[in-house]
């Protein structure tokens, strides 16, 4: 069972930018502070030129939710920054998240422009103060997990990735961060021990270069026996590691390395995967790990594989699975072909997919910056718009139309056909008659004046209760979740192809459609869109 990761004290009411005070503090003035508002918080283009986007960090938002407050010390920071009445502190003291009501997409749900992640409902100011944190507890994790599942995507059917970024991360926060949402995005596994205690990921690593290089080529060890599994008996494996490096003619290989491998072999039998690359993989690295893994075979062991850290990825690996069925031929040994070999040397989603058209040989690709970082991408960009007001609707203008935002207390509804392959999704008001499946449903574009009809098969909801002013509804396991993003990887894989994806289409129901014309001339002070 996963332990629990201890609360952030970061993560409180006043991890926010001062301006969401600010603005708090003039609606207590005017007297709007209690206004019944609508927020949607969404994203306006899909990260990394992709056409989608993994939701993830639901379940920090709601933890962060039920245990948010302003304490004495933080009341006293914001009177003397703000110069705000004491008044205005006393309803901060007092202030909480009972009459918030917050609608969201399941964690790990694949998302589209414009369509809302969260939908918040409550009084304004309240509402207003948990922009900026809810913004930071959703932006980040969603593009992560997004680039997970791309690299997953791009390593292609049968690969596993092993997350290693730790010590690349933006500080421990990143890491822990990093680690939680790339596993959810579909990665295997993790190196980051304190990730796989505090969230259950299958943890990982075997060697660096230092235990290789630590190792002289005439050392010795205090104990060289390892009990075999066949016979019970204890046996020198490094004299049988040096006997097996003579009888297959690798005579001209670095001993230090040999005599490494051995020793950790002696600790590790049915764990042994050798990092190659230290002095020179082909001939040295690979012959030396062979030559162990014979000794090790004859023992009743079997080695798992190779790592390599450096050069032309695609020709070494191919060069070294042929060295396999080789010497497995050679000793009778035909699962000799089927070691595992392992990738890490600064490897992103480009370079995955330039391997694959190489034809390489690798199983398994260890991966640490480009997916802790996102150098593809720094930032999602996530926004939080205001789009209803005491019942009236809002929306957002701007000269880049993209950046309209859509107005009123609305829903999102994915429409699949008969073989469950998603269709569309269609954003409603909340008042509206759910769509129905067998009816032919007339959808707009947000930018177009023409409908398009769809009759779906099934019809599902993607917005659900997640907070009820007391409570947050439990998130599944983490494990399950990410099962859940691989799932719909499949129904989606038009969508998340690494070459030409294609777009998803978003529509609008048609009373949202013209709505949104209206609002629009009206804010513009136009009768025309």
Known sequence: MAATYGEDSLVCSTLTDMYQ?????????????????????????????????????????LRFLQHWKFVEPQLDYVR??????????????????????????????????????????????????????????VNFPSLVATNALRHVVAAGPGKTITEFGLRRAQGPDGAMSASRYTYLGGVNGTSNVQAGIAFGIPCSGTMAHAFIQAVEDEA??????????IDGLPHDIIAESLACREELGFTKTNRGELLSFASYARVFPAKFLALVDTYDTLHSGVPNFLSVALALHRLGYAALGIRLDSGDLADLS????????????????????????????????KRLLRLRDEHHEVDCFGIGTHLVTCQAQPALGAVYKLVEITGDPRVKLSEDVGKMSLPGNKTTYRLLGPDRTPLCDL????????????????????????????????????????????????????????????EQSERFAAHTRPQGPAPYPVYLSQRLHDALRVLAAKARGTCLL
């Not at 010795?220 to 599994?229: A, C, Q, S």
């Not at 699975?321 to 040397?345: C, L, Q, T, W, Y």
């Open 21 to 61: 005070l600010s603005m708090a503090y003039a609606y207590f003035c005017n007297g709007t502070h209690t206004s019944k508002s609508v927020f949607d918080l969404f994203f306006r283009r899909s990260p990394f030129q992709g056409e989608y986007t993994v939701f993830a960090g639901l379940g920090e938002a």
């Open 80 to 137: 003397k920054e703000l110069n705000c009445s004491e008044a205005f502190i006393d309803y901060l003291r007092h202030l909480d998240v009972s009459q918030v009501k917050i609608y969201a997409l399941r964690e790990g749900t694949f998302a589209f422009p414009s369509v809302p992640l969260l939908r918040l409902e409550g009084p304004l100011a309240v509402v207003q103060l948990l922009e900026t944190t809810l913004l930071c507890l």
């Open 220 to 229: 010795t060890f205090p104990d060289n026996t390892l009990k075999g599994r």
């Open 318 to 349: 191919k060069r070294s699975r042929a060295m396999f069925k080789e010497v497995g031929h050679k000793v009778n040994a035909p699962f000799f072909e089927r070691f595992i070999i392992m990738a890490s040397d600064d490897i992103n989603e």
């Open 427 to 486: 954003t409603q008001f909340t008042d509206e008659e759910p769509p129905k499946a067998g009816a032919v449903l007339s959808c707009y574009a947000a930018r177009s004046d023409s409908p398009v009809e769809v009759t779906p098969a099934e019809v599902e909801c993607l917005h659900s209760l997640v907070w009820d002013g007391v409570r947050g509804v439990v998130q599944c396991p983490l494990a399950e979740t990410r099962h859940y993003v691989l």
